[in-house]
Structures are given as structure tokens and as C-alpha cells.
């Protein structure tokens, strides 16, 4: 935020410098005058179309007024030249126009953002500000159509410089005291306003209802605010004790807005991703190890190939996406050259799946995925058949059971859903029949 506010103010002082010299020309050629009323007249023109109810004369006297007020503390050297009065001065309202949305830009970016509003005022010298932000105020309060202003401001800064948004808890907090003039109701809101974004939920409601009364807006809202704590400074000792103790017990883990708790709960969620990508990560890597001394082990090393084989096993029984999703990983994400020391295991040299770097594409992996299934299906008959595996032979047996009964249940689904098919195509056929024959 210091390097954007250090930039826009030297871009204000630049621009305070230009308008300098436009009301010095005003001030110095009457020609150069009456073309500059005559772009405000256009300017105007274009004003009342959008439908804007603006008085000719009040505009280019007020815009003039606002221009002079710029330069008041610039010192002007020789009248600045003037060559063509009615181009210059077509070309000058451009810039004043320019520099009073740059205006309404920076007014918007410090009620925005406090940061930027500090940085600000720590790049103005401090016996300049008062007249700096004087006129800022003044340039900003004669913009005609400031919801323009703002959609710009918005599309332009809008990411950078959120709008600030009342809080829904200050609001309800605000309109709750307003019906009933609760005492506890009070000291809750001033204790509350111990939070930043609080107090300026606050301060923002209090200045709509001043707008909404017509009345002056920082007047009514320091007001009501200094009202409400003198209220809770004349309570007794006694009185605040008992009122503090109450909203401890309300709040026992401390008085949270709307936004800490929205970005609380966005933590914890970002703590759970972080914790499931974690867990995916060891996930990973240990059906990678699995993989490797699986196709890395030779055939009558039973005692290890069982391990291996079963660990693959409960994998494609127990949880086979889990199964297709990590292996597909491996091969994609792995040097097949590295990790598979037997390649013809898995045909990839006929298969024609690796890219030029001999990693598996994603359709190669899934393919890939499906000779590994299979060799896991031909390592657990034959671990079924080995006499040698004694009870781990067994259990191969009963996983095998399982396997073959999960593919039979799964393509007698598929069976039944084409033979349904079937049966629903021959129904029309025949229904189809029987209309031709009553036509």
C-alpha cells in the first residue's frame, strides 16, 4: 500500500500543478475564457442528457471556482503561452475532468482501506494536508455523476480496494437500541466498537440515516456515537461490572464480526484441504513403494509377493477408485524408465502410451492402469495355487472369490441394462406396428 499511495500522490501534486496553469490562463485570456465556457456548455449539454437537473451558469462557475482553488498555494511564474484558446481549451477540461476523477479515485481508496489512508497522509508534508484534502473534499462533493465515477473505480481498483461492506451484526446491533434504548444494549455496541470494522459499520450506518435526514453527516454520527459512550462513562463502577460480566458470558470466546468469523471459517476449511492433501500425498507415496517392489520382485519370492499382491488387492476390492486414481498418478507423474524395472511386464513398448520424455499420457495411464489390475488377477491365482503360501494361499483364494464375484455382479448389471434396452426398443416396435396397421 506505501508504494500505490506514494504514486498516487505524486500523480495528485502533478496533476494540483496543471490545473495551476488552467486557471492562470483563465485569469489571463478573456478568448482563452469564453471558449473554456463553452466546453463546460458542452459538458453540460452531455450532463442533462443522462438526466441530470444542473443549472448551466452554477456549473461553470462552481467547476471554475474548484479550478482556482487548486492552484492557491502553487506559485505561477510568466502567464502560460496560449496558442489556439478553443483546442487548449477543450484539451485543458480533459485534464481538469481527468484529475477530478483521480480525485474521486483516491477519496474512494482511503475510505476503503486505512492502510493507504495513513500512507497517504504520510507522504503529504503535514503543513499541506489541511488544503490538500480540502480540496479533495470539495472536488470529490462537485462531481455530477458519481455512479459512473464508481463503476470505474470499481472495475479499475475494485480487487485491490474492496467496497466496505456494513456489517449485518451492527446493523441488527444499531436498529435493536433504536427501538429500545436498551442500557445493555448500549454498552454492547461501544464495547463492540473496541473492533475496527465495527465501529466503522457503525459510523457508515449512522451517516446513511444522517443523509436520510438531510442533516450534516459527520456532525450526526460523532454525535450519536460520543452520546452513546458518555451514556456508558456515567454508569458506576458497579453498573459496568455487571454489564461487562454479561457480555463475557454472551461472548466467552470474545466478540467476533461477521467478517473475522467468515474468515475463521475459511482457515479451518483451508486447514482441512491442507490436511486432505497431506493425507492424499502419504497416500500417494506409500502405493507407490507398494507398486514398485511389487513389479520390482521376482517370481518364488512367495513371502514378499504375497504381501505385495494382497496390499493391491484390498486396494481394487476395498477401495477401487482409490485404486484406479493412484496408479494412473504414478504412472503419469513418473519416470517409467526408473520406476518400472520390468517394462514388458505392462507391454509399454507395443502399447505406444509413453510421450517423448517416456512418461504416461493420460489415456496410456489409464491403460496402464488396466494391465496392472490384470497382473494383480494372474499374481493371485497363482498365489492361490502355491501349496507353499499355506493360509496366505487361502486367503488369496478368498480374495480371487471376491474379485471375480465383484467383475460378474458388475457385467451382469450391464447385461441386464442392455437386454432392458432391448426388450423397451422391441415394445415401441410393436406399438409402432399396430398404428401402421390401423392407418
Known sequence: MQQIAEKDVNEKLAQFKEIATIADKLDSSETY??????????????LLNKGFNIQLEDYQEQTKALIKDYSKNIAQGEHAPIENPTEEAKQDLSKFLKAQSTDFDLSEKMA???DYAKAVKNHIPENQQADFFSTLKQSVKAIIDTEAERKQFNEQHGKLFPAFQIDPIARQDLEEYTQTN???KAFEIVEKMKTPDYEKSIKELLKEKADNLGIPVENF??????????????LSDEQKAELLARFNQTYPDGFKTTREQEQERIKEEQAKIEEIEAETVKRQEEFNGQLHD????????????IKQTQYLQEMII??????????QNFFTERD???????E????LDGLKLLTENKRATTAGAVKLTENLKQRVFNSTKQLALTVKAGKEAIKSKEHLKIIYGNQFKKEYVEAEKKLQMTRNLNQRQKVDNIKMGHN
Open 112 to 114: 476503503r482501506n486505512d
Open 318 to 327: 476395498r477401495e477401487p477408485q482409490n485404486f484406479e486414481r493412484l496408479s
Open 336 to 342: 517409467l524408465r526408473n520406476d518400472l524395472p520390468n
Open 33 to 46: 475564457k469564453t471558449a473554456f465556457d463553452e466546453e463546460l456548455k458542452a459538458e453540460a449539454i452531455k
Open 182 to 184: 436498551d442500557l445493555y
Open 344 to 347: 514388458s511386464i505392462l507391454k
Open 221 to 234: 454520527s460523532n454525535n450519536k456515537i460520543n452520546n452513546l459512550k458518555d451514556t456508558i462513562n456515567s
Open 294 to 305: 511389487y513389479l520390482k520382485t521376482e517370481y518364488g519370492n512367495e513371502e514378499a509377493r
